[in-house]
């Protein structure tokens, strides 16, 4: 079995306390991965030693040159994409197309990050007073600790580790203890491209002990976390105590709304990606069906009749619709939804329990499964639930359809099936959600987006696109006064 390592103080290193832990295929779980180091508080100590240096280094670097090792890394990602694809797959347990899709967005949000090394744009504006010039620019901030989940073990780091390298900072990379390999793969390519390696340090570990010895370690200002709102709470209190930098991106409820006037086919196949693509484990899967009562039963029985034909399996084998939950854990919390769901009230339509086949059953599989009748204020529709579950509200008109939508603390993703043109632009402004999808399902952000989400998803930040640049620097204002006297700002011109 194949032993891996912390990458800290430029150089693969074992952990301080000794002790590994398996990472092993959600599909196959006999199959081990391999060992990852079980890292703790001296670990990280030593990551932020070396990150301070890697700072002094990088800080100083011009962000064009920082954006170049960027684009490298990004071509490294094109080339190596499939073999980083299939190894995403085996421990992850995403069909390959999607893993393939992960790795894209990596490169994508490279290319991004890379031009953005080129603009990082402050600004010029005039100066009240005479003979003096006012501007702003960006300032790198420090050492930035990244805490992922097991989800897109390629697409989230890239999102949070390239712009904060571009911006000049460097980086402590905490992944999720399900994904370590694909993480090792990323740190890989970084130093391949030329980052100097005490840029970036590697910890791999469990969430309460190295997660949180990076969350509380002074000497690291600035935190990046995406995962669940519990875990985000938690975080969140602690950086605000001690006065950090912190951006979080949690939980979701995301629904999807068909009006009876949508294209049913095509709310159909949105339907079916936005619930069980990625086994229902993305934070804007579709995990509520808000149904127009003239259309409902007909199309209650589309959504069933599809997903009772979708193939379960390994994400590595062709024809494999939806893979494995990530761990047991996962599996239990959604057998514990659905057993929650039936004492609820709601219908079962189909799925609701562990594939039988001999085939899967040695991963964490689960079928699709949709409940019907699920009342507003449910916990089946409240409650994050991160499996393939699918909870149908009906409704009578546009109006509940959004109140519904915005019925839950959460407020990532929002979809809205329908060929009026005033609904869409209805749905548009009223949905409480940072993202609103118009006949596309709740899933499919793309890298040059702001992505994030209102109410308790988030903290009010944006990961990719332009907005994330502005998490991961200071904005310094500097004042340039050549009249060679004392000119008083608000004072002088308005005597
Ligand atoms: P998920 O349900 O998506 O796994 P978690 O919030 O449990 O979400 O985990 C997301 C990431 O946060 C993982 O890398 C995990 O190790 C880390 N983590 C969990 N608990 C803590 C904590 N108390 N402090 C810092 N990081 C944590």
New binding site residues.
């Given amino acids: 079995m194949k032993t891996f390592r912390n990458f800290i103080g430029g150089e693969w290193v074992a952990p301080a306390g000794g002790e590994y832990f398996e990472n092993r295929n959600p599909a196959r779980w006999s199959e081990v991965i391999g060992r990852f180091p079980d890292s703790d508080a001296r670990d990280v100590e030593r990551a932020v030693r070396s990150a301070q240096r890697g700072f002094e280094i990088w800080s100083r670097t011009p962000a064009p040159i920082r954006g170049e090792v960027i684009r490298k890394a990004g071509d490294l990602l094109v080339a190596r994409k499939k073999e980083i694809a299939r190894a995403m797959t085996r421990e992850m347990g995403k069909v390959l197309t999607e893993a393939l899709g992960d790795v894209q967005e990596g490169i994508d949000t490279a290319y991004y990050a890379a031009s953005e090394g080129r603009r990082l744009f402050g600004r010029t504006v005039p100066s009240e007073l005479r003979n003096k010039w006012a501007m702003t620019y960006r300032r790198p901030i420090g050492v930035c600790g990244i805490?992922?989940?097991?989800?897109f073990p390629m697409a989230i780091p890239t999102w949070k580790i390239f712009p904060a390298l571009v911006c000049g900072n460097s980086v402590i990379f905490?992944?999720?203890?399900d994904v370590p390999h694909t993480a090792t793969l990323l740190v890989e390519i970084l130093l391949e491209a030329g980052l100097p390696p005490e840029v970036i340090q590697l910890v791999h570990g469990?969430?309460?002990t190295a997660?949180?010895a990076?969350?509380e370690h002074p000497a690291i200002p600035v935190i990046s976390?995406?995962?669940?709102t519990?875990?985000?709470a938690?975080?969140g209190e602690t950086c605000g105590r001690m006065h950090k930098r912190l951006s979080l991106e949690m939980g979701g409820k995301n629904a999807q709304i068909v009006m009876p006037d949508a294209d049913l086919e095509l709310a159909l196949e949105g339907v079916l990606w936005g619930a069980f693509g990625t086994t229902g484990q993305r934070c804007t899967a579709t995990s509520r069906l808000i149904l127009h009562r003239q259309i409902h039963d007909k199309f209650v029985k589309m959504v069933c009749d599809a997903a009772e034909k979708l193939k379960l399996g390994d994400g590595l084998k062709p024809g494999t619709d939806v893979g494995p939950l990530i761990n047991r854990a996962a599996r239990e919390k959604v057998e514990y939804y659905v057993e929650v769901g039936r004492k609820e009230g709601a219908v079962l339509e189909i799925g609701g329990a562990v594939p039988k086949s001999a085939a899967l059953k040695d991963g964490w599989f689960y079928k699709p499964t949709v409940f019907t009748g699920v009342k507003p204020g449910t916990r089946i529709e409240q409650e994050e639930i991160?499996g393939p579950v699918l909870s149908v509200i009906r409704v009578s008109s546009l109006e509940e359809a959004i109140k519904v939508n915005n019925g839950v603390r959460y407020g990532l993703s929002s979809s809205i099936y329908t060929r009026d043109l005033a609904s869409a632009f209805k749905a548009m402004e009223a949905l409480e959600n940072g993202i609103t999808y118009i006949n596309a399902p709740t899933i499919g952000a793309e890298a040059h987006l702001p992505f994030g989400g209102v109410k308790q998803t988030g903290n009010g930040h944006r990961e990719g696109g332009w907005q994330v640049y502005d998490f991961y620097t200071e904005t310094k204002a500097i004042y340039a006064d050549y009249s060679g006297k004392l000119q008083r700002a608000q004072i002088d011109t308005y005597e």
């Fill in positions: 805490i992922t989940p097991f989800n905490k992944p999720a203890e469990r969430g309460e997660g949180r990076i969350v976390f995406t995962g669940s519990e875990t985000g938690i975080i991160f």
